[in-house]
Antibody, heavy 120, light 107 residues
């Protein structure tokens, strides 16, 4: 089965670090861009950035650059989203999604989402 | 940056046709994708490149795009079609995708 499976719920304190994951299976993971999309509570979708597992080429949303790090380990078909210092405003659902064909295409497959709650 | 606007809510009677608009300056020159998101679930692609249906999406779902408005049309609406529907286009100025705010479809 072709799917993206994300890591589970995270509850963290402000200032803490975090790395969440997105594991692909059932397809050639290295050949498709993987994006990260944020959805804050009760809000719409917000693109954070994207990575190409084949060569780790990474692009970030200008509004979020420097606040998160996107990485990949193609040997285990897994992409990551990482924070070094969490803020309460990072509380959101985070989705990974596969770009259908190329960097600028639609997202044809999504992970189930990882809920991140940041609170003191 | 490119801005797309959707109505917050759309209501439709069971069995009728729902239309959801996505407005943006000359959006007809861009490729528009539509996602459905049910409560507590991940988004799902229902229309891509204006009017193409992914495998598994019923023919009741169709899309169009012209001028300043892209439209998602759902025919013979079923109770199970209740969801948030969101459009997405590529912002060439910032070289990143932009999502509409989403429209909640109530049947």
């Amino acid at each position: 089965e072709v799917q993206l499976v994300q890591s589970g719920v995270e509850v963290k304190k402000p200032g803490g670090s975090l790395k969440i994951s997105c594991k692909g299976s059932g397809y050639s993971f290295s050949s498709y861009w993987i994006a990260w999309v944020r959805q804050m509570p009760g809000k719409g979708l917000e693109w954070m950035g994207i990575i190409y597992p084949g060569d780790s080429d990474t692009r970030y949303s200008p509004s979020l650059q420097g606040q998160v790090t996107i990485s990949v380990d193609k040997s285990i078909s897994t992409a990551y989203l990482q924070w070094s210092s969490l803020k309460a405003s990072d509380t959101a659902m985070y989705f990974c999604a596969r770009s259908a064909a190329g960097y600028r295409d639609a997202y044809d497959m999504w992970g189930q989402g990882t809920m991140v709650a940041v609170s003191s | 940056s490119f801005v797309v606007t959707q109505p917050p809510s759309v209501s439709v009677a069971l069995g009728k046709t729902a239309t959801i608009a996505c407005e943006g300056n000359n959006i007809g020159t861009k490729s528009v994708h539509w996602y459905r998101q049910k409560p507590g679930q991940a988004p799902e692609l229902v229309i891509w490149h204006d009017n193409r249906r992914p495998s598994g999406i019923p023919e009741r779902f169709s899309g169009s795009n012209s001028g300043n408005t892209a439209t998602l049309t759902i025919g013979r609406v079923e109770a199970g079609d209740e969801a948030d529907y969101c459009c997405q286009v590529w912002d060439t100025t910032n070289d990143q995708p932009v999502f509409g705010g989403g429209s909640k479809l109530t049947v």
